[in-house]
């Protein structure tokens, strides 16, 4: 059984790319097949991920719009199980493209059927907008997972996102679920970060995971060496944190096996 996250909120720099690339690696080091979606023209999962952008490799954009096998896309990452669909700066243009194709926000979802069964997780890290590319990595994910930066906007454009899950529950009949949200950046010595982080638990409750990311430049330097904090410095706070997000993804899972075998 696969299960598929999409890593998704419209802002910028709220810590999207270094979750996909952080969980994906935690939940790889559990001995488990992982793929990475970067669906972000920035192609910073890539990057961080180690792989060059070369031209002569399809990548995401060559599998949503040039009927490229998802399976031909995919590349080997240096972490043993984690593997990546690239993306570069293709991908600007698949937003105006998919609009006239029918059943657009589909496209991912069908795109990846044949694959996602070969992996326990595939990671879909979008871009900072609401836009066909996030839509279309939501409806191909059956849950998401939001990581929301610890500061006093945070707020902001959140409710625009859950508006847009819950539009895609009842437009498209798609079960998708909330994971979970992410407090990152956390800086436990500034008030506002308590209070921010205070005030998100008591908006969301227990939608929001136990496991939170603190501020750690450990993490902010990994991706300019092309590792996750696993490969950079596995005994770093960072790495910890992240460490025990996967873990607590795992236990998503257990509880939720009984519940699936019920019906
Ligand atoms: N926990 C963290 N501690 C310190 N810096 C972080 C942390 N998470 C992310 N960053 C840094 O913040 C910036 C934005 O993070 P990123 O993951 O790229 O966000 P997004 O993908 O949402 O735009 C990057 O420079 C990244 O290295
Ligand atoms: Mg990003």
């Known amino acids: 059984m696969s299960r598929v996250f999409a890593i998704a909120n419209q802002k910028g720099g ?33 990057t961080g991920l180690g792989v060059a952008k070369d031209p002569d490799r399809p990548s995401l954009y060559q599998v949503l719009l040039e009927g490229v096998p998802a399976r031909d896309a995919i590349q080997a990452t240096d972490l043993e199980g984690l593997h990546l669909i690239s993306a570069d700066k293709n991908l600007v243009g698949a937003n105006l493209e998919l609009v006239g ?11 990846i059927a044949d694959i996602r069964e070969d992996y326990r997780f595939v990671l879909i890290d979008c871009p900072p907008a609401l836009d066909l590319l996030t839509l279309n990595a939501l409806i191909a994910a059956d849950s ?16 625009e996102l859950m508006d847009t899950i819950d539009r895609i ?16 950046m956390y800086d436990d010595r500034t008030n ?10 008591e908006f969301f409750g227990d939608q929001v995971f136990r496991t939170i990311i603190p501020r750690s430049i450990r993490l902010a330097e990994a991706p300019s060496f092309g590792k996750p904090i696993l490969g950079y410095d596995p005994r770093s706070r960072g790495a ?24």
């Open 14 to 46: 709220v810590g999207k790319t270094t979750t996909a690339i952080n969980l994906a690696a935690s939940l790889a080091a559990n001995d488990l097949r992982v793929l990475v979606i970067d669906s972000d023209p920035q192609g910073n999962a890539t």
């Open 192 to 201: 506002l970060t308590r209070q921010v982080a205070a005030d998100l638990r």
């Open 144 to 159: 998401v997972l939001v990581p929301i930066q610890c500061e006093f906007f945070a707020l902001e454009g959140v409710s």
């Open 101 to 111: 194709i029918p059943n657009r926000e589909f496209r991912l979802r069908e795109r």
């Open 240 to 263: 910890e944190s992240y460490i025990k997000l996967a873990k607590e993804i795992l236990d998503h899972e257990q509880n939720r096996l009984p519940a699936q075998g019920a019906r």
């Open 169 to 184: 529950r009842d437009s498209f009949q798609h079960p998708l679920q909330v994971e979970g949200i992410l407090l990152t």
